[in-house]
């Protein structure tokens, strides 16, 4: 029995089919954890969530940022971008099922008992596992019961900087952001929400979040997406960087918990 942590696919059902074939992965014994983002941008979306919904208790998700989206998308008034594609899941018959299902989705995964812990963008330095796992139930909780609200309010790059004593759907709004869009943070923590590029083009006075001397989650493995330029290389103690960029030519990657071998396929099959 093993357990495999796997990138971004963005709608890159082909590969995660040939990845799996990489791993031999065992539908009856194996365990798959998705990073986030299974979804938007690659052609098979649609086949992607059925596949892992169906894999019931051997697959754990957490959500990423093209996955609140899509939801955003299919619960509110919010319009698809130019370069989505996740018009064949809204068109598809069961499209009901496969949101509720994924709504249901928390934003971190921690498990306390193999000191494993996976959100899609990371952990922010002032947050431990396990306080990150407390404050992603918030957001969870109105999601599953208050989605409509929720997603109105979800945009937004303010509030920049984590403050225990804000409310309402400020402080849902920068747990949804630190979770899921994090990639640049300043020495207090704060957000740099515009910068996309690789760790070394960090902005002036901000650094990568992994980087920070004083993280409070450094003793806990973490796994994370959402970062395709890093090209899978955070090149810190107990941080694995999992989106390879698939959905952009470059490689679908899995990550075995058990002895950190990492696995590897194109995005595109040789001919």
Sequence with gaps: MATYAIGDLQGCFEPLQRLLSEIRFDRNNDHLWFAGDLVNRGPESLECLRFIQQLGHRATVVLGNHDLHMLACYYSDRKTKGGDTLKHVFEAPDAGFLM????????VHYDAARNWCMSH???????????????????????????????????????????????????????????????FIDKDGRLDLKTKEGAGN?????????????????DTRLLFGHWAALEGNADVRNVWALDTGCVWGGALTALRLEDQQRFSVPAQADS
């Excluded at 509720?100 to 934003?107: A, G, M, T, V």
């Excluded at 992994?210 to 409070?216: A, I, L, V």
Aim: proline fraction near 8%; include cysteine.
């Design 100 to 107: 509720d299902w994924l709504r249901h989705q928390p934003l």
């Design 121 to 183: 963008a990371g952990l922010p330095p002032m947050w431990s596992a396990r306080k990150a796992r407390r404050l992603s139930q918030e957001v969870e909780y109105i999601l599953q019961n208050d989605c409509k609200n929720f997603f109105q309010g979800m945009y937004g790059n303010q509030p920049d900087l984590w403050d225990k004593s804000l409310t309402g759907i400020d402080r849902i709004r920068l747990i949804v952001n630190y979770l899921t869009r994090m990639r």
């Design 202 to 218: 960090s902005p002036q006075g901000f650094i990568p979040w992994f980087q920070h001397p004083h993280r409070q989650s450094v």
